[in-house]
């Protein structure tokens, strides 16, 4: 018995030994990794989480949005939200599917979610109080998500990359939308130009904080970046998403809330101020204005809905037993 | 100018399938009659959808919350056609009809102004509505108005999917557990007192139907409720016998509901009424 032991040890680390040989060969060669191919269980552990924090981040970063779908002030912006929103929900069930391709079932992903197992975008823990907040975080939160993004498309992993290329398309139209929005009230009444102004003072930090902590506090960027997950570190996309708003922003007609902000020739970057680092910290840890109403709100959806789901599965199953007949079985044959 | 009929509305591209804004620069102008008539459509699909976009970002699974928001999506296209159209008449936009009208002014029926409920109650309604708008579009194709038979074409191809959806779900929650063929039929109940509004022939409308522009209302009660008992029997649930409600005449006098999804709907854009969103 003992023996036996040894040798199936013996045969799955030499198993093991092949697999992680192929692994290091296709990160090497900036190939991808497939659903069946031999991963370590730390990358497999790790892109689980990634995942599925991402596909949580969308479906719960419809909650603000979809907040104004019943107000949204005309027909048409009504119509452009809600397919927006719906976009979200479509971006949280690829990624569900890229995760469930790593081996967790999506409902267990949704309870690790439901239980505060896992976390979110800590962005959506701000409250959209006003309809500029509809572009606040059109072209400031979708525009961070896709500096993020796109280098994503190229991520080690073939499902998560694959999934990431039609979400960073999608992305590139919420963001203009977004853009737009703050356009049309920047260029309207005194009222509606302080509003995005305000929408635009509120959001900025938050969305500079998207990236994750500054690179001396990210301990786990390195071994993401060395499996191709990760392509760039969170300083450097916050610094290519600092050089890409302020144009913007200065073809908006608002101003960005730091004092700190100016060109810097010598990098040919601009520089920008300290960020709250402990506000991030204390969102993240539960304290955001609205982290309970979030999770409130996700939780009570899933619990109103238990009974309409049961009832699918139940006509499901009779559908499934009336189009094949019952085999008879023979217990202890 | 001329729309086209042909395509399916998913395979139509943006640049055949129309728009509000087509409507807009048509240069076609309704006439007081048929403004009347369009606004009444319309404001069935604006309160519908309205009602039905609550449920984003809370149905019971997310393909749900696709599902629902689409159909949703699909409707505030529709009141933006009719009301477009209806504004020609006055000179007025989309956005004055939907945002700057009062409560006594709307014309929606109570049927698409109730209140959500649970998902049953909600499907119930579906049903309903687009057995109901069904039978309507498949006839307004053929009204002498060349642009409500342009929007008609368009809606059908898209409530064709709202009457495969709201004939699913009857059958899963009628066929499903105990609880939900309780709820469905609880759903059922609680909102056929309305679907008679649906079916009844005001002066406007049956004159224009006399003209061979509008669909008599009442012409269509027979058809769709033929459609909707067979559905709500395969389901394995009981047509309904409660009486139709009183008050038929869309005019808001018989409607609690109207006000609270104006007062939620129009907030904003009351607010700022020179503003440009």
Request: charged share 25%; aromatic share 10%; glycine share 6%.
């Amino acid at each position: 018995m003992a023996e036996n032991t040894t040798t199936l040890a013996a045969v799955a680390s030499e198993e093991d030994a092949a697999g992680q040989e192929n692994f290091d060969r296709l990160i090497a060669e900036d190939s991808r990794i497939e659903p069946r191919d031999w991963m370590p269980p730390a990358y497999r552990k790790s892109l689980t989480r990634q995942v599925s924090q991402h596909a949580h981040s969308e479906i719960i970063g419809m909650q603000p949005e979809a907040n104004w779908i019943t107000r949204a002030p005309s027909l048409k912006r009504k119509a452009i939200l809600m397919a927006k929103v719906q976009d979200e929900a479509g971006h949280g069930l690829y990624l569900y599917s890229a995760a469930e391709t790593l081996g967790t079932p999506r409902d267990v992903l949704n309870d690790q979610l439901l239980q505060g197992k896992a976390k979110y975008s800590s962005i959506f823990n701000y409250p959209a109080r006003t309809w500029a907040d509809m572009g606040a975080i059109g072209w400031l939160v979708d525009g961070a998500a896709i500096c993020n993004q796109v280098p994503l498309c190229r991520a080690s992993y073939g499902p998560y990359g694959r999934a990431m290329v039609r979400i960073c398309k999608e992305e590139s139209f919420h963001q203009r939308q977004g853009w737009e929005i703050l356009y049309s009230l920047s260029h309207g009444t005194p009222e509606q130009k302080q509003m995005a102004q305000d929408a635009v003072n509120r959001f900025y930090g938050p969305a500079l904080q998207m990236f994750g902590p500054p690179d001396e506090d990210s301990p786990n960027s390195k071994q993401s970046m060395a499996w191709k997950v990760k392509r760039f570190s969170n300083d450097e996309l916050r610094q290519r998403f600092v050089d890409m708003i302020v144009p913007q922003a200065e073809a908006l007609g608002l101003t960005l809330p730091d004092p700190d902000l100016k060109w810097n020739e010598e990098r040919g970057h601009y520089d920008f101020g300290e960020l709250d680092w402990d506000e991030f910290m204390s969102v993240i840890k539960g304290g955001g204005p609205m982290n309970v109403q979030r999770m409130a709100r996700r939780v009570q959806a899933h619990e109103d809905g238990a009974w309409v789901r049961e009832a699918a599965a139940a006509y499901a199953r009779r559908q499934a037993e009336q189009n094949q007949p019952a085999k008879t079985q023979l217990i202890g044959a | 100018m001329s729309f086209a009929t042909n395509d399916s509305a998913t395979k139509q591209s943006a640049g055949v399938a129309i728009t509000a804004e087509e409507i807009a620069e048509s240069g076609s102008t309704a006439s007081e009659a048929v403004a009347n008539y369009a606004v009444q459509l319309g404001d069935d699909a604006l309160m519908l959808g309205q009602r039905l976009s609550w449920w984003i970002s809370r149905a019971p699974e997310l393909e749900e919350d696709i599902a629902l928001g689409n159909i949703a999506l699909d409707l505030v296209g529709h009141a933006r056609f009719f009301l477009t159209y209806a504004g020609t008449a006055w000179g007025k936009t989309e956005d004055q009809l939907a945002y700057l009208r009062d409560e006594e002014e709307f014309r929606s029926a109570r049927l698409v102004e109730a209140e959500n409920g649970d998902f049953a109650k909600t499907i119930a309604r579906q049903l309903y509505y687009s057995f109901y708008s069904y039978e309507l579009y498949t006839r307004l194709v053929d009204s002498k108005d060349e642009t409500l038979s342009a929007i008609a074409n368009k809606a059908l191809k898209e409530v064709l999917y709202h009457q495969d959806h709201a004939a699913v779900w009857l059958n899963r929650l009628g066929l499903g557990t105990e609880e939900s063929a309780r709820r469905m039929q609880a759903g059922l109940d609680e909102l056929w007192p309305y679907v008679g509004e649906l079916f009844y022939d005001d002066e406007n409308t049956a004159e224009l139907a006399g003209q061979g522009i509008a669909v008599l209302p009442s012409s269509l009660e027979e058809p769709t409720l033929e459609r909707i008992t067979r559905a709500i029997t395969e389901a394995g649930l009981e047509v309904p016998t409660s009486p139709t409600a009183r008050g038929l005449d869309r005019s808001g006098a018989t409607s609690e509901w109207r006000g609270y999804i104006l007062a939620e709907m129009q907030v904003l854009a009351r607010r700022y009424p020179e503003a440009q969103w």
